[in-house]
């Protein structure tokens, strides 16, 4: 009899120990905040208690890359009692969808880590901004002949609502030099881009590439192919 005092004792001691332990609970762990325009700052309210019997402690918070956390009004929580945690999202460098996660360290011994998700679709407002159109990507200069220079152009035009301006140009190689007519465009202007092919020291197929990096805010990069097939005499 006195055995199965004892274990039941242990059994009620056990359980009574289970049920003081701190528990965070959110009521919600994850939250998505849709459609985000670039560059905007969003926030949201995560709303945790605490389900335990004893007192609830946050050690510590963390933020993946993109959001921070704003100050905790207190670290530490009754049984029961509620609390939040205000999280910051920055979207200035973000495209597409994003998922970022928080980190919450506290005392509850079975699982001190808590983790809790903010998604978002960052897309890019183009109202009012530039962009850029060319009217071919691709030149083939055909048969060649090794030793000479070859020239071709790529009429691009802005189709946008601003100033645009061709930031860089940059070659994959020193044989294709671009040089464009013009850097700034007025909406609705014209220019062109000329490309000269040397063949110098060439033999066979040549593919060679074109950067156009310009402020086009939706298609910053732009890529022209030109192509050879170069014939030694």
């Known amino acids: ?24 609970k959110f009521v919600e762990d994850t939250f998505d905040f849709g459609k985000v325009k670039q560059n905007d700052v969003v926030e949201h309210t995560f709303e ?29 929580f009754a049984a029961g009692e509620k609390g939040t945690i205000d999280v ?6 973000k495209f597409g969808n994003q998922v ?21 679709q ?4 183009t109202t009012g901004a530039p962009k850029i159109f060319f009217d071919k990507l691709f030149h083939n200069f055909g048969k060649v002949d ?15 609502q601003g100033t645009l301006e061709i930031v860089d140009i940059q070659s994959s190689c020193g044989c294709a030099a671009a040089i464009p007519q013009k850097r700034k465009l007025n909406p609705g202007e014209t220019s062109e881009v000329k490309v000269e092919f040397n063949s110098t020291n060439y033999s066979g197929l040549v593919t060679r590439y074109i950067t156009i990096r310009s402020n086009d805010p939706a298609n910053p990069e732009i890529y022209l192919t030109i192509q050879a097939e170069v014939v030694k005499k």
């Not at 928080?102 to 880590?113: A, S, V």
């Not at 960052?122 to 407002?125: E, H, L, Q, R």
């Open 48 to 76: 945790f208690y605490n389900a335990g019997g004893d007192t609830l402690k946050i050690l510590d918070v963390s933020a993946s890359c993109g959001c921070s956390v704003g100050k905790l009004s207190k670290r530490e």
């Open 100 to 120: 970022q996660r928080i980190y919450i360290r506290t005392n509850e011994p079975d699982n001190p880590t808590k983790i809790i998700t903010i998604k978002a």
């Open 122 to 125: 960052v897309y890019i407002d």
């Open 146 to 160: 090794e030793g000479k220079k070859y020239e071709t152009s790529f009429a691009f035009t802005n189709i946008g």
């Open 1 to 24: 009899m006195k055995k199965i005092v004892f274990a039941f004792f242990i059994m009620v001691s056990i359980s009574f120990a289970q049920f003081i332990k701190p528990q965070m």
């Open 88 to 93: 910051r999202f920055d979207t200035r460098g």
